[in-house]
């Protein structure tokens, strides 16, 4: 199945909950805070509703909501790698988290890793060398000091909790491939616990209607 398809079958399995809701439900609550029009308006690029909808899964995750979490993710994680990495990074970062969250499940987990490694070894030799190259640099953490400071320097809460959160994918996907990696599984552990705490801490004192996707 191509990623549009994909896309659009996920698109319809969302307003189809917003058609036949449960009193009460979480989903219910998202709908109520404008969910459905938040993706229609962003659906008009592939890269713009997979960000939408991979942001969502993350603070579905953080606000406790794990099942929907990981249910919205598993759909996320059937679009293919088409050469777009604009699109694709969004789809690596789903698979990040679902590995995290299942990684109690080595098979689980092994299939997740395929999948995440598999644009490397697409493309003619010297593009795959480049790829690879680029990947050890960021499992190697080059880029963690650079994010961390942009965090530092952030003009509002908000802003900081954005770049936290993209912080974040960054330490659960080095953790998955913490063997490969020259960083300490043990202080990357405890930048993702840490950085949890403050996303959740956030979350729970303003809600996940203060980010992105809902605002924007």
Not at 1 to 16: G, K, P, R
Not at 28 to 50: H, P, R, W
Not at 86 to 92: E, G, L, S
Request: glycine letters at 4%; one cysteine or more.
């Amino acid at each position: 199945m191509q990623s549009n398809e994909v896309l659009e079958a996920l698109y319809q399995t969302i307003i189809d909950r917003r058609e036949q809701p449960k009193e009460g439900s979480y989903t219910c609550y998202l709908f109520e805070k404008g969910l459905d029009k938040i993706l229609k308006k962003n659906k008009k690029t592939q890269a713009s509703y997979l960000e939408s909808l991979n942001h969502l899964a993350y603070l579905l995750y953080l606000d406790g909501q794990e099942e929907i979490a990981k249910e919205l993710l598993d759909s996320i994680i059937q679009v293919p790698f088409e050469g777009n990495y604009n699109t694709w990074t969004f789809v690596d970062s789903s698979l990040v988290l679902l590995a995290y969250l299942e990684r109690e499940a080595e098979n689980k987990v092994f299939d997740y890793k395929k999948i995440l490694l598999s644009p490397l070894e697409q493309g003619e030799e010297s593009t795959q060398n480049i790829r690879r190259r680029v990947h050890q640099r960021f499992l190697n953490g080059d880029s963690l000091d650079q994010k961390l400071a942009k965090i530092e320097h952030s003009l509002s809460l908000e802003s900081e909790m954005e770049r936290r959160l993209l912080y974040l994918t960054d330490l659960l996907k080095i953790y998955l491939f913490i063997t490969e990696s020259t960083c300490e599984k043990t202080d990357i552990q405890a930048k993702i616990e840490e950085n949890t705490e403050i996303l959740k801490k956030y979350i729970k004192e303003h809600e996940i209607y203060s980010l992105f996707p809902f605002k924007g």
